[in-house]
Each structure stands twice: as C-alpha cells, then as structure tokens.
Nanobody
Framework: QVQLVETGGGLVQPGGSLRLSCAAS????????????VDWYRQAPGKEREFVAR??EYAPAVNDRFTISRDNGKNTVYLQMDTLKVEDTGRYYC?????????WGQGTQVTVSS
C-alpha cells in the first residue's frame, strides 16, 4: 500500500552538504496531498529515533540548515542538508502516517566525519 525508499546518504565532512531523496509509491499517493505529509526522522547510534523535518516545521537542531521539498511529478520528497555537523550522523528515514498507520522506509546512513 505504501513504499518509501530513501537514497542519497553517505560520508561527508563537517560543513558539507547532502541531499536525501525519498521515493514514495502506493495507493496512498494517489492523493497528491499525501506527499505533504511525508516527513523525515533520524536515529543516531544508541539514541531514539527523532523528528527532523516536515512541511513548515523543523527540529531546532536542524533549523536554517535543512530544507524539505517535494517533486510531485517524480513522487519524491527531498531533504537538503547543508552545513552538516558531526552530530547529524545517523540513519535517516522518511515516514508517513496515513489513516492511523505509520509507514517507514528502510533508511539511509549519513555519516559526518573528518
């Protein structure tokens, strides 16, 4: 019913940039509005999964550095990450809650290290 596939992670130096992509498919996305409900979370080693970004809302730790955007024609949601910090390291997931059910992708690893 819903499939979310994240790509774009990798190893980057502090201060660098990455753009993550979330390819969304499934019957939920027959409604274009659903793309606006896709959001991003991340999980660092030994920590709980935490919210990163959704439409009009960003976690304080990433505000002014990360930008969420969409290309509905490509059924893709992006997370542009600039001025990356070591503490941004983690596995990044896209997510949607639809009709009370949570759907997650498999995640993509981001490592920020010199």
């Amino acid at each position: 019913q819903v499939q979310l596939v994240e790509t774009g992670g990798g190893l980057v130096q502090p201060g660098g940039s990455l753009r993550l992509s979330c390819a969304a498919s499934g019957s939920v996305f027959n409604t274009r509005a659903a793309f606006y409900d896709v959001d991003w979370y991340r999980q660092a080693p030994g920590k709980e999964r935490e919210f990163v970004a959704r439409r009009y809302e960003y976690a304080p730790a990433v505000n002014d550095r990360f930008t969420i955007s969409r290309d509905n024609g490509k059924n893709t949601v992006y997370l542009q990450m600039d001025t990356l910090k070591v503490e941004d390291t983690g596995r990044y997931y896209c997510h949607i809650r639809w009709n009370g059910t949570h759907y997650w992708g498999q995640g993509t690893q981001v490592t920020v290290s010199s």
